[in-house]
């Protein structure tokens, strides 16, 4: 994509809090209509990256472009192509679900005829239609995010910046606030989020993995799996974390992982290292289940990259 | 401009309206403190408890006693006869006060020489004694010039003084003046700036921890803006405020108010506004609602204690009176006392007056400077 066309630039932006160097030498493009997604452990850097490119936050330096504008020069060109939702998105919780919408419509300039009937789209869009005239406040916690991305939407941004949009919400809702965010990218809405969940990562259409301020890997989820070294089995059984331990330095054993019930054990080959991996389990006492190669997930890529400290 | 300020307005009218005890928390503890100000904060003392001692027993020196009596603020505890019991009741507590008028009282004021007239006082409470013994010499100055004439030639009258009394009067002792006159007055400043800078600071700190402000400030709305939206309720209630403790004040204490209202108004606008950059101020330099308390705490005593509400500034090191300069209190209690009590005007007050504009265009130009930066 040549760097004209790109809804979202980031080129080399850094930024550091005093001796923390939250964000180091980031760059990325995101085409319109993507839905890019910003992976990482807690204090990878992914807030701060999603405060700078909303503008609340001056990157120490490098550039930013969204549409076209510098992001630093014109802010306030910026601003209304661009909408962000904070990892808490702030409502005031003493005031209806319809007044909240109403605040950030005039905040928005949203023209005056158009404030009600984009408000009750989203509102229908979102279920949240018969609790117009709810407190925020009295909410639940998928509602309130949900409120949040209506009240983010309600100027039809052009792009959209969502800081781990779906964190303690419930399934229904999380389902229900990706119907929205894949509507919207139908509709042209560029989107990059943050999340800590994997599942959700998977569903972006193209990821960077972050670790310490750092890209590490950007790809689609499709590409970085192909890109991950060796192959990946599963090892189920009773005592997970006993044979988790037990293959820790088996012969051409890369990488381990605890996933629930099962050891996803990354290895240099599939096919030869199964039967072994039987053998010594067995030798040691344990009796495993099944022994199947899988498909990586980002997890597994994850820690492929960055060894298990770096698991999201 | 106007819609987004519009919004932000009726956005804290929403809110305020929702918080059913706000109306309780803005009203309740300003009348309770013009209450226990305009009460307990006063230097009136009454019922001094008081020994009497009259060696002279003569007419003069009862119609002295009686005057005592008279005025309300002694309570005659013990007549005593002798010198020892009057030691023992300082001693005891059981008064405050000893008044001993000596043998030859009456001769000697109606010859014309000093009078010897003893007051002892019971220096442990060192404020209390010295009221008191305001009182005493002013009851007895009168005595003695109503006396005077009449038993006197009056081309002596500038001569010695007929009454001597054993200890001095305070210099700042004003007995012109009722005290909650005074004090009142101080109150309306005082309160208001105490209100006013808390809910500006809590209020902004609290849309940033909450995260409204970071939501705010990704939409095109300018920090001015925001700052006004946030500022003009609460100048407003300000005003309500002065409003409020000033009815109180002539109608409750009956404050006599014989100034012109507008420089009143003109007076509180420029305080108020001098306040809000305060508070302002205050929540650029919090993160938290915990930080804005412990700050606007540090904050509000010295700006009360170097306002000259109860401790002169004329009395203070020079330091600590080059800090006062820059005190808004300072200014607004001198327009409100005189407003109130001696009704001067502008061109009395203008110093005042333009002090108060320019500290407030100082703080809320700071305030805004900071506020943008304060974002990161
Ligand atoms: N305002 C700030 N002041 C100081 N340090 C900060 C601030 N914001 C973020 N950091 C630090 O920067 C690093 C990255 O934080 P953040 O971007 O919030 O990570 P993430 O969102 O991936 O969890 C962390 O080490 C965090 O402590
Ligand atoms: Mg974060």
């Known amino acids: ?312 | 401009m106007f819609d987004r300020l519009q919004a932000m307005l009726m956005k804290e009218f929403l809110e305020l309206r929702r918080d059913r005890w706000a109306m309780f928390r803005l009203v309740v503890p300003l009348l309770i403190q013009t209450l226990a100000f305009g009460y307990a904060a006063t230097f009136t003392v009454r019922h001094v408890a008081t020994a009497l001692l009259d060696l002279d027993n003569s007419q003069a020196s009862r119609g002295l006693i009686s005057r005592f009596v008279a005025t309300g603020r002694f309570n005659i505890v013990d007549v005593a006869t002798r010198a020892s019991e009057i030691t023992r009741d300082l001693d005891s507590g059981r008064a405050t006060a000893a008044i001993v008028i000596h043998a030859g009282f009456a001769r000697d004021l109606a010859n014309g020489q000093t009078a010897p007239l003893q007051v002892n006082v019971d220096g442990t409470n060192s404020n209390t004694a010295l009221i008191a013994l305001g009182y005493i010499s002013q009851i007895v100055s009168l005595y003695e010039s109503e006396h005077l004439p009449t038993i006197r030639p009056v081309s002596t009258m500038d001569a010695v003084p007929a009454v001597e009394l054993s200890l001095a009067e305070r210099p700042w002792f004003n007995p012109g003046i009722e005290d909650t006159w005074f004090f009142i007055p101080g109150i309306i400043g005082t309160i208001t700036l105490i209100q006013v800078v808390s809910l500006t600071a809590f209020a902004i700190v609290r849309e940033r921890e909450v995260g409204t402000l970071e939501q705010i400030m990704v939409s095109p709305i300018r920090p001015v803006e925001f700052i006004l939206g946030k500022t003009v309720p609460f100048f407003l209630i300000g005003l309500g405020d002065v409003a409020l403790v000033t009815a109180f004040g002539v109608l409750w204490f009956h404050v006599p108010f014989v100034g012109n209202p507008l420089i009143m108004l003109l007076g509180a606008s420029l305080f108020l506004l001098a306040a809000l950059g305060l508070g302002l101020l205050l929540s650029t330099l919090s993160r938290t609602q915990q930080q804005a308390f412990a700050l606007n705490f540090f904050l509000v005593n010295p700006l009360f204690i170097l306002s000259g509400f109860a401790f002169p500034i004329a009395a203070m090191p020079a330091w600590l009176r080059w800090l006062t300069v820059i005190n808004p209190l300072r200014y607004f209690l001198v327009v409100i006392r005189a407003v109130f009590l001696k009704g001067v005007g502008i061109t009395v007050l203008w110093p005042d007056l333009s002090a108060m504009a320019l500290l407030a265009l100082a703080l809320l130009g700071l305030s805004v400077l900071r506020f943008r930066k304060s974002l990161d």
């Open chain 1, 1 to 312: 994509m040549a760097p004209e066309e790109a809804a979202v630039l980031v080129s080399r932006i850094s930024r550091r809090f005093g001796t923390v160097e939250a964000v180091r030498e980031v760059s990325f493009a995101v085409a319109p209509g993507e839905i890019f997604g910003l992976v990482g452990p807690d204090g990878a850097g992914k807030t701060t990256i999603l405060r700078m490119l909303a503008g609340v936050l001056a990157p120490d330096s490098g550039e930013l472009r969204l549409d076209g504008i510098d992001v630093r020069a014109a802010p306030e060109q910026a601003k209304p192509r661009l909408s962000y939702m904070p990892q808490r998105f702030g409502l005031y919780e003493d005031m209806t679900v319809a007044e909240n919408i109403l605040f950030y419509a005039t905040l928005f300039a949203v023209p005056g005829r158009e404030r009600r009937e984009r408000g009750q789209e989203l509102l229908r869009a979102a279920g949240l239609e018969p609790f117009r005239r709810r407190l925020a406040g009295q909410l639940s916690g998928g509602m309130k995010q949900k409120l949040g991305l209506v009240c983010a939407l309600i100027h039809t941004p052009r792009v959209l910046l969502l800081d781990e949009p779906t964190t303690g919400v419930d399934p229904v809702s999380r389902r229900d606030f990706w119907a929205i965010l894949y509507g919207l990218r139908e509709s042209g809405v560029t989107i990059v989020l943050s999340t800590a969940y994997m599942d959700e990562a998977e569903r972006c259409s193209r990821l960077a993995l972050l670790h310490a301020g750092r890209i590490q890997a950007c790809d689609t989820p499709a590409g970085l799996k192909a890109a991950m070294p060796g192959a990946l089995l599963a090892v189920a059984g009773t005592d997970p974390r006993g044979m988790h331990d037990a293959l820790a330095g088996a012969p051409g054993v890369q990488g381990l992982l605890l996933m629930g019930d099962h050891v996803h054990v990354r290895v240099d080959d599939a096919a030869r290292r199964a039967p072994e991996l039987r053998a010594s389990l067995a030798a040691q006492g344990f009796a495993p289940s099944s022994i199947m190669e899988i498909e990586p997930g980002i997890e597994d890529i994850f820690v492929a990259l960055l060894g298990a400290k770096a698991r999201p």
